[in-house]
Structures are given as C-alpha cells and as structure tokens.
C-alpha cells in the first residue's frame, strides 16, 4: 500500500502540468549548483542546456528513480535495515560514476523546493521535517558506499 502524500509527490514528479515539479526541481538544482550538469550525462555526451537535460527522458526518469528510493524508505520505515545493503550499493555505484557526495544535499534541498512550490498547503512544516529526515536517512546510508 503506497503513502497517499507519496504517491501525490510522484504524480507530481511525473506530470508536466501547471505546477511543473520537474522544472522547478531542476531549476533549482541546476541554480544552486550549475556544475552538476556534468553529471546527468547519458550516451557519453553531457547536456549542454538545462532545457535539453530537461526534456530528456532519461533525466525525468531518474527523478523517478529517485521517488521511488525514497518512497521504498517510507514503505520500510519500521524496517529500513532491510534497505541498508541496497542503499550501499546504489551509493557505491554513484561514488563509481564520479558523483561528489555533497551534491546529495543539493538533491535534496531542490526535491524539496520543488515539492513544497507544488504540494502548496498540503505540505507542512511536519511534512517537511519527515520528508528531509528521511531523506538524511536514506543518503546517509548511501554514503557508506563510498570508497567502498
Ligand atoms: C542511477 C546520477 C542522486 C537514485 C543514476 C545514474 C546516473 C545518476 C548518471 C545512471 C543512469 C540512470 O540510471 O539514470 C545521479 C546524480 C545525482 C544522483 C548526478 C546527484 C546529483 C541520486 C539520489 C538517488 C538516486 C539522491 C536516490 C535517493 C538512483 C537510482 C539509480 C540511479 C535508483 C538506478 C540504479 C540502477 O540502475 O541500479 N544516477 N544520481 N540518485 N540513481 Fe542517481
């Protein structure tokens, strides 16, 4: 059973309608750390704009990809030790791409910039602190894989 507020954030993420949750998760990312871009690189060549990055699937789908880590946390609050060797190896392979660790917290400062511009009211101050709690939780664990 998915978390309603979740599966709302997802939708969001997933949907370029009005409140356009990717773009303002992008532009926000790529305002508070403009060298980032490097690193959202398929097919070997790096995006030269931030709306090429945007408009590429493979980009959107790793903000997916990000959602559903994080929404797997939510759905394994009462046992995230069974994410912990997953989390590990998901931070080994970023640390393998050449991903600097701290551009995590960028991530998650974007994600939730996004989400409060899109959520409105309906996104608290508590929901803040759960959703970056957690947030900490998951790339913390993630950075055990480094150097590993
Ligand atoms: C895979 C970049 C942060 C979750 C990837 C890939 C790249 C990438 C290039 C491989 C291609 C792909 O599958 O899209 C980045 C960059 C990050 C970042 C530049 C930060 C600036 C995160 C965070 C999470 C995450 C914070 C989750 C909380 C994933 C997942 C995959 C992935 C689940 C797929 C792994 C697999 O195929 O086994 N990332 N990532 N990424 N990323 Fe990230």
Redesign the pocket.
């Known amino acids: 059973k998915s978390n309603p507020l979740f599966l709302e954030m997802q939708t969001l993420f997933c949907s370029t309608d009005g409140r356009n949750c990717p773009l303002m998760f992008v532009m926000r990312l790529f305002e508070l750390q403009p060298e ?1 871009i490097v ?2 690189h ?1 097919h070997s060549v790096p995006f030269s704009s931030v709306q090429e990055c945007l408009t590429s699937t ?1 980009f959107t ?2 903000i997916r ?2 959602m ?3 929404d797997a946390a939510v759905q394994s609050l009462d046992a995230l030790p069974s994410l912990e060797e997953y989390l590990i190896s ?1 931070g080994k ?2 640390h393998a ?1 050449g ?1 600097p660790l701290e ?2 917290n ?2 998650g400062e974007s994600l939730l910039f996004a989400l409060e511009s899109g959520l409105g009211d309906v996104f608290t101050s508590d929901t803040h602190d759960a959703w970056s709690g957690l947030y900490a939780i ?2 913390s664990t ?1 950075s055990r894989g480094w150097g590993k």
């Open positions: 980032l690193h959202f398929y493979e789908e790793h990809k990000v559903t880590v994080i998901l392979k970023h791409i991903i551009s995590f960028t991530v998951v790339v993630m």
